[in-house]
């Protein structure tokens, strides 16, 4: 059943007209827009687990076993929701396409239910358990659920010029750096986590003023986006497409199992590597909440991210996003490597951290660009946009994983014996952690990087989806009616080879639907 909702009244439509890319469109729809929501979480992703093991002191609760067991249940609970919004998604039908609507409703609920994290009432142990694991599916399950996936289709809906497309990745990228990367990894920990300590109260303020700040932010995005390569196919969606058939052609495809599988490495990675974060610079490489040593290895990370705003894209013009994505990985690899070796070496590990930032580059810049193309590529080999499924099946990797990953971290401190700070006359201590914590928490930070790096190296090489994706879209073109589009390059002959498969797919997939129509 469609979800048609209510939304042709002007005060609703896209500030953007043109049918290109505007300059306005990336400013404020994909760089200013998205921050607000885009900075909550990466305070989250970074500090809630801190909230919860330092100012909650719940590492203990269940024998430890809870702040083990509720991430990986909470993140079962995203992983459905997650299916639902993507078919939700895909059977949307508004004057302001599929995936805005859901972005336009994500605003109030990102505010309040960030606002409920942290408001956890200073009552029993099972109050308090009762509020974490509600508030926190709320946020996660729901509402950040229903941002993040409509959000993440904004790139690849805006428009099939690669160009532009690519340049909007980029914005989007640039957004999602600046919070993590500058305001999260510098400004906390240099001004506010000295300040906040173990003060709930002051964690209260400080967290409910992020999640108002990100509701007029994300209604700017909603207004200065749109939905180019919907309306493209508006009065032509075919309802006999079940969801069922969406996600075999998804799961069934070589390219985009690839995608999903180097999405997953990473994020296992990554998800360690920021669970980490705070706890190798309080108890490995610096001092309790020092202020400088977080902030040192974040302007590591940092300065090369500058320095990719005007590098990677050019490169990967030249050589292809696969191609410099994978060349990224090998000094990926290395710097983490090198950061292993020499943990508690300052000056070592700012040198491993910036080789392994300048590595990761290529990935962070043009990733949503890889997935942009792969989801044209597999509406030219079926004939059927899959937007929602796709990024259901994305989101569900991103939420599972760091719900899989927050729950060994946890096991791995209090089985190792973690010590929570607390507060003496007024001021937060913090002990000296045993020298198993501090290894399981190296480990976590630069040791797992290392290996992640080599497999994602592995499965770049299998994902060439770019190469005939300009053939593809002309394709496209002309299954939509364009009898001006013209397809290039057809003599080459990675594409003779393919041409004929999404004839005989895209004729097997027609049939399917017939059955349901």
């Given at each position: ?48 687990n ?37 078919n939700?998604i ?124 990100a509701?007029?932010?994300?209604l ?27 996600l ?22 990554t ?22 040593t ?12 500058g ?38 070496s ?62 060994i ?109």
């Amino acid at each position: 059943m469609n979800r048609q909702l209510p939304l042709s009244n002007r005060v609703f439509s896209s500030r953007v007209r043109a049918q290109d890319v505007t300059a306005g469109e990336k400013w404020l729809g994909y760089l200013l827009g998205p921050s607000g929501a885009l900075l909550l979480n990466a305070v989250l992703a970074t500090y809630l687990n801190v909230y919860y093991t330092d100012v909650l002191n719940l590492t203990g609760v269940w024998g430890g076993l809870f702040l083990m067991v509720f991430p990986i249940v909470s993140k079962v609970i995203d992983a459905i929701t997650n299916v639902i919004m993507g078919n939700i998604i895909d059977k949307t039908r508004t004057a302001q396409g599929k995936a805005r609507p859901w972005l336009l409703l994500s605003a109030p609920l990102v505010t309040i239910t960030g606002i409920l994290l942290f408001t956890v009432p200073s009552g029993s142990e099972t109050l308090q358990v009762w509020w974490v694991m509600i508030s926190y599916n709320l946020y996660y399950s729901l509402a950040y659920t229903i941002f993040n996936m409509s959000h993440n289709l904004m790139v690849p809906l805006s428009t099939r010029n690669t160009t532009q497309r690519g340049s909007l990745g980029v914005f989007n990228q640039i957004s999602t750096i600046m919070m993590s990367g500058i305001l999260v990894a510098l400004v906390f920990p240099m001004v506010f986590m000295p300040m906040l300590g173990v003060d709930k109260g002051k964690w209260i303020t400080l967290m409910s003023a992020l999640s108002i700040i990100a509701l007029p932010l994300t209604l700017l995005e909603y207004y200065f986006t749109k939905e180019r390569v919907t309306e493209e196919a508006a009065g032509a969606e075919n309802d006999s497409v079940t969801f069922i058939l969406r996600l075999k052609i998804i799961l069934t495809d070589k390219y985009m199992l690839v995608t999903f599988a180097y999405f997953l490495i990473y994020t296992i990675g990554t998800s360690f590597k920021n669970l980490g974060l705070v706890y190798y610079c309080n108890y490995v490489l610096g001092s309790y909440n020092d202020g400088v040593t977080q902030m040192l290895i974040s302007v590591i990370g940092g300065v090369p991210m500058g320095i990719g705003i005007f590098a990677v894209w050019p490169l990967a013009k030249r050589f292809g996003k696969r191609n410099v994505t994978l060349a990224g990985f090998v000094l990926y690899a290395l710097g983490s490597a090198i950061c292993w070796m020499f943990p508690a070496s300052m000056v070592i590990v700012l040198i491993g951290q910036f080789i392994k930032n300048i590595g990761g580059l290529p990935c962070a810049y043009v990733f949503m660009a890889l997935f942009a193309d792969d989801l044209d590529h597999l509406e030219w080999k079926s004939g059927v946009r899959c937007d929602g499924v796709a990024m259901s099946v994305y989101n569900i990797i991103a939420v599972a994983t760091v719900g899989v990953c927050t729950g060994i971290f946890n096991w791995l401190l209090a089985q190792t014996g973690y010590i929570a700070p607390s507060i003496v006359d007024g001021l937060t201590v913090a002990a000296v952690q045993p020298d198993a914590v501090r290894s399981a928490i190296t480990f976590s930070f630069v040791g797992l990087e290392v290996f992640t790096g080599l497999v994602l190296i592995l499965l770049l090489f299998f994902l060439n989806v770019e190469k005939t994706i300009a053939q593809k879209q002309a394709v496209i073109k002309q299954l939509q009616g364009d009898e001006n589009a013209v397809i290039p390059g057809s003599d080459d002959p990675l594409w003779r080879r393919e041409q004929p498969q999404g004839e005989a797919y895209r004729a097997k997939i027609a049939a399917e639907m017939q059955k349901h129509a």
